[in-house]
């Protein structure tokens, strides 16, 4: 198959947390080693890790059960696996580049506030081609109406979380970075538990990425058309993440942990086309093709090519319109609650 080089404009992008947003992967494998050393148990490698990365809770603990052979049952196991948890995850902080990443993302929302504004003073958009900014009753030098011309005009990038972690987990790693993924919307945050996501349909299954399109399908302005799979851009740290991102029919990003691609040194080709089988044999005509384009490996997310995907950032500046700021208020009616016992809830 040939290498496709043309794509529509990203309109959303799709999020997983662990070792993507947070720099939690050494965190969780500090947790595990501490369990098996208390069982004269060797060191979690890499090999192993890697698989159990990006799945479901349930799933994840089988796979390394049937590999550690741990001298307790399951529950025993998730009991000390979590209370390590809650004393090492609440310091979790995100890996670099994310918080500018989800900033200029966020900010994007001025071009929406924008169009609205001059549509609610009965201005025409037209689009400046020079600039690639739409001008009000300006001198555009090919003058077209806003709907005939949407795909040349910056838009906003809408965005979801879509992470394996539990709820009573998801809040023990950021309660203490509201600020942070208050760009997420609440209703646009798919979660492990989430009872839209059938039970043993997560990652690498493409389910979890596709209810997050749904929900900001279900929340688009009046007027905005659908977005497609194939105008989504997932991100992802983990294997089994980008396969389900690809059997969703979105393009990706891989960046990974530095030992997870030197554990797949000669594979990344299969990795970025969903062709590792972390899914086995199943739904085989939704995996992508090697060298298709729909995927690229970044070792790191700090100065994001936004240009290469049709994303237009605006200048930081315009966070000081009236207009930005009142659209930047949480939602007053989420509850934040704080995880007292995550043994106990998880």
Not at 79 to 96: C, D, I, M, V
Not at 263 to 288: F, S
Not at 312 to 320: L, M, R, S
Request: proline content about 8%; hydrophobic content about 35%.
């Amino acid at each position: 198959m040939p290498t496709r080089t043309e794509f529509p404009p990203v309109r959303a992008c799709l999020f997983d947390m662990d070792g993507l947003l947070l720099d939690t992967e050494d965190l969780y494998t500090l947790c595990v080693n501490l369990v098996l050393e208390k069982y004269q148990r060797g060191k979690l490698p890499w090999s192993i890790k890697a698989k159990l990365q990006g799945r479901p809770g349930p799933e994840a603990t089988k796979l390394f059960h049937d590999w550690a052979q741990l001298p307790i049952d399951h529950e025993e196991y998730r009991s000390q696996f979590y209370a390590l948890q809650a004393q090492h995850f609440p310091g979790t902080q995100p890996l670099p580049g994310i918080e500018k990443l989800l900033s200029d993302l966020g900010r994007t929302r001025y071009w929406d506030i924008k169009y609205d504004t001059a549509a609610a003073n009965g201005d025409t958009p037209v689009v400046d081609k020079e600039n690639a900014d739409p001008v009000a009753n300006g001198k555009a030098k090919t003058p077209t109406t806003f709907a005939s011309t949407f795909s040349q005009l910056p838009h906003r990038v809408h965005i979801a979380l879509a992470t394996s972690s539990h709820e009573s987990n998801f809040r023990l790693k950021t309660n203490h970075l509201t600020e942070l993924f208050s760009v997420f919307e609440g209703h646009r945050r798919v979660l492990g538990d989430d009872t839209r996501i059938p039970p043993g349909r997560g990652k690498p299954l493409p389910d979890i990425y596709l209810v997050a399109l749904q929900t900001i399908n279900d929340s688009l302005p009046a007027g905005e058309k659908p977005i497609t799979p194939e105008e989504c851009l997932v991100f992802e740290d983990s294997v089994p993440g980008v396969e389900a991102g690809r059997r969703a029919g979105m393009r990706v990003i891989w960046c990974p942990h530095p030992m997870l691609k030197k554990e797949y040194t000669g594979r990344e080709k299969e990795v970025l086309a969903g062709r590792t089988g972390e899914a086995g044999q199943v739904d085989l005509h939704q995996l992508g093709e090697i060298d298709d384009g729909w995927a690229e490996y970044l070792p790191t997310l700090v100065d994001f090519p936004y240009a290469k995907y049709g994303m237009t950032i605006p200048p930081y500046e315009v966070e000081k319109e009236p207009f930005m700021k009142a659209g930047s208020v949480m939602d007053k009616g989420e509850v934040v609650q704080v995880v007292e016992n995550v043994a106990a809830a998880a």
